[in-house]
């Protein structure tokens, strides 16, 4: 069971000024809108990558506080709902303090071993609860990069389309417009998100086990 005991206080993945250079405005005159659909993007990206979903919160991708429990344990390693910059608070085995050394969590899997004292143990319990911290406090460029994309891509639909990188005319018979854009429309069906965009996500796909 997965509980978020403090939850973010900021569900956006990319900052306002991120999302006004996407939609190529400049001054607060579309926060409002640009907020709100960063918002969007942003949980569209976390249901995409399959983020846990905790008593108490919408899941999120941003630093939060998690208590999970761990119910008739007998294990060599638990896995924790949320992996990404994970860190231990406490973890308690049937009602006793359990401290373990600095190699037990891998932060990028979130698998959490059983290592105390320079010797690997084994989870033995009827209850294992841990507190831990999960998620990112600084966004990383990736994600950012994701949704400003994304941000281009839902805008292009209406007026002047902001995936345009770059647009070359040739005149001399008929003339030929030859446009680069930012990302490809692609076809993908995660959550409506391209498939070049959630390839540059795999990292952060929260089923995803690293070896």
């Known amino acids: 069971m997965l509980v978020v005991t403090t939850p973010a206080t900021d569900l956006a993945l990319a900052p306002i000024a991120a999302l006004r250079a996407a939609a190529g405005v400049t001054g607060a005159s579309r926060d409002t809108e640009l907020a709100a659909l960063g918002l969007r993007i942003a949980a569209e990206i976390t249901e995409a990558l399959d983020i846990a979903v905790g008593q108490g919160a919408e899941p999120t991708l941003r630093a939060e506080r998690l208590t999970e429990t761990f119910d008739a344990c007998g294990l060599d390693e638990l896995i924790l709902s949320r992996r990404h910059d994970a860190a231990i608070v406490s973890i308690t085995q ?118």
Request: negative net charge; charged residues 30%; proline residues 5%.
């Open 94 to 211: 049937d009602g006793d303090d359990v401290t373990l050394d600095t190699r037990s969590l891998d932060p990028e899997t979130g698998l959490l071993q059983r290592w105390i004292d320079g010797r690997r143990s084994y989870w033995r319990a009827r209850s294992i609860v841990v507190v831990y911290d999960a998620g990112f406090e600084a966004v990383p460029p990736t994600l950012v990069g994701a949704v400003t994309d994304l941000v281009r891509l839902r805008l292009s639909a209406a007026g002047a389309d902001p995936l345009e990188k770059s647009r070359s005319v040739e005149i001399p018979d008929v003339r030929t417009v030859k446009v680069d854009r930012w990302v490809s429309a692609g076809s993908g069906a995660s959550a409506g998100i391209p498939d070049d965009i959630m390839d540059r996500l795999a990292r952060f796909n929260n089923n995803l086990m690293v070896a």
